[in-house]
Each structure stands twice: as structure tokens, then as C-alpha cells.
């Protein structure tokens, strides 16, 4: 079944960028019914919509991130990439990628996700 | 965009039924029938169990409904269980192409 797997750095620096991967195995990004999502839960917090890409590269962001977010696709490594510049000790959450149904294909839902990497933000 | 709202807790005894509700505005939740609702446990990501208002994922535990009135949609859980007690997170589309969530429930099983 399809999977998905966050990689990246668990500790960045403030102002500088924090940068994750995710790995989708089981299945090909380049699928037409979906989008491939970035979602953040702060510690003992809830959940925030990050953005997401489609395997054409258009993109969609959180308004409030939008200035600071940049998500990319690799679909020859079937992967896809959440940059985010410019971080504070607000940005430190357990990040998690998703798969993606949305309002194109009259439904909207995530499943599944990945397990989720925690990135603290301190110097 | 402003998150939706939710109980920040909840709780009921095994066998009874518990709803939970999420509201938005007519920019989102109002707006559309793409609300889903997620199950976390501690620790671990969140999982579908309702999408589309009131579809159950195949797997899911028919205990599991959901609806909508106006701005504000509903999770109820019927026959509540010891492995219900988690939070649980409503999200829906909104009128800028984006996604919003709810600020989350602790259901507790008592």
C-alpha cells in the first residue's frame, strides 16, 4: 500500500531554512487524482495546513506561510520537498507530509500520512 | 485564514455517544461539503475516519457519522470505547483553494 516517509535535518538554526523530504513509495506521485501535502503540528498543539503541489508543479499555500514556504516535486525520485526560510522557534512542530484528494475530483481528504519528523528550531 | 473551532475537550462514559462539533464560516465549512475529521493518538499521525461531511473510509468503524448544518459540521461517535479516547481534528476546504483545520478535541473515555 502506498507510503510515505519524512526525511530531513531535526535541529535549524533561527533565520536560517528548514528543508524536508518526502519519500512516496507504494504508488507514483505523478498520479493524476491527487496533490502531495505538507501539514505541521507544533508540540501539544494543533494541526496546520502548510500547502501542497501537484506532480505538474502548480502549488497551493497557507496565506500566513505563503512568504516564507516554497514545495517542489521530483517525480523522477518520486518525492516531494518543503522548504521553509527565514524560521523562529515557531516554526519548531512535527512536520508530516500526505497524500492528497482534493476538490478537483469532487472529494477532499488526507490519507495516508507519514509517521511525521520533529525539527526544533534553536540555536 | 482563522482555524476552526472546536470543543477543546469531550468525554463520555463506554456505550454512550458523543458528538463533537467544528465551525467554520460560509467561506468554508458552510460553503461546502468537504469536511473530514481525523483520529491522533499520542504520538502517532493522524488518521481519516470521516470525509466528504459523512463518507467512512473502508476499514473505519460504522460507530463512526458525520453531518453538517450550516457552518458548523459534527463527528459522533456511537457506542464509545476505550481505543475512541484521542483527539480529534475536523478540516475542510475553504473559498481561497486552500485547507483549514479545527483547533482539535481531547475525548476522553471515561
Known amino acids: 500500500q502506498l507510503q510515505l516517509q519524512e526525511s530531513g535535518p531535526g535541529l535549524v538554526k533561527p533565520s536560517e531554512t528548514l528543508s524536508l523530504t518526502c519519500t512516496v513509495s507504494g504508488g507514483s506521485i505523478s498520479s493524476s487524482s491527487y496533490y502531495w501535502d505538507w501539514i505541521r503540528q507544533p508540540p501539544g498543539k494543533g494541526l496546520e495546513w502548510i500547502g501542497n503541489?501537484?506532480?505538474?508543479?502548480?502549488?497551493y499555500y497557507n496565506p500566513s506561510l505563503k512568504s516564507r514556504v516554497t514545495i517542489s516535486v521530483d517525480t523522477s525520485k518520486n518525492q516531494f520537498s518543503l522548504k521553509l526560510n527565514s524560521v523562529t522557534a515557531a516554526d519548531t512542530a512535527v512536520y508530516y507530509c500526505?497524500?492528497?484528494?482534493?476538490?478537483?475530483?469532487?472529494?477532499?481528504?488526507?490519507?495516508?500520512w507519514g509517521q511525521g519528523t520533529l525539527v526544533t528550531v534553536s540555536s | 485564514q482563522s482555524a476552526l473551532t472546536q470543543p477543546a475537550s469531550a468525554s463520555g462514559s463506554p456505550g454512550q455517544s458523543i458528538t463533537i462539533s467544528c465551525t467554520g464560516t460560509?467561506?468554508?465549512?458552510?460553503?461546502?461539503?468537504?469536511v473530514s475529521w481525523y483520529q491522533q493518538h499520542p504520538g502517532k499521525a493522524p488518521k481519516l475516519m470521516i470525509y466528504d461531511v459523512n463518507n467512512r473510509p473502508s476499514g473505519v468503524s460504522n460507530r463512526f457519522s458525520g453531518s453538517k448544518s450550516g457552518n458548523t459540521a459534527s463527528l459522533t461517535i456511537s457506542g464509545l470505547q476505550a481505543e475512541d479516547e484521542a483527539d480529534y481534528y475536523c478540516?475542510?476546504?475553504?473559498?481561497?483553494?486552500?485547507?483549514?483545520f479545527g483547533g482539535g478535541t481531547k475525548l476522553t473515555v471515561l
Open positions: 503541489i501537484y506532480y505538474s508543479g502548480s502549488t
Open positions: 460560509s467561506n468554508d465549512v458552510g460553503g461546502y461539503n468537504y
Open positions: 500526505a497524500r492528497h484528494r482534493g476538490i478537483l475530483w469532487f472529494s477532499d481528504w488526507f490519507d495516508p
Open positions: 478540516s475542510s476546504y475553504t473559498s481561497i483553494s486552500t485547507e483549514v
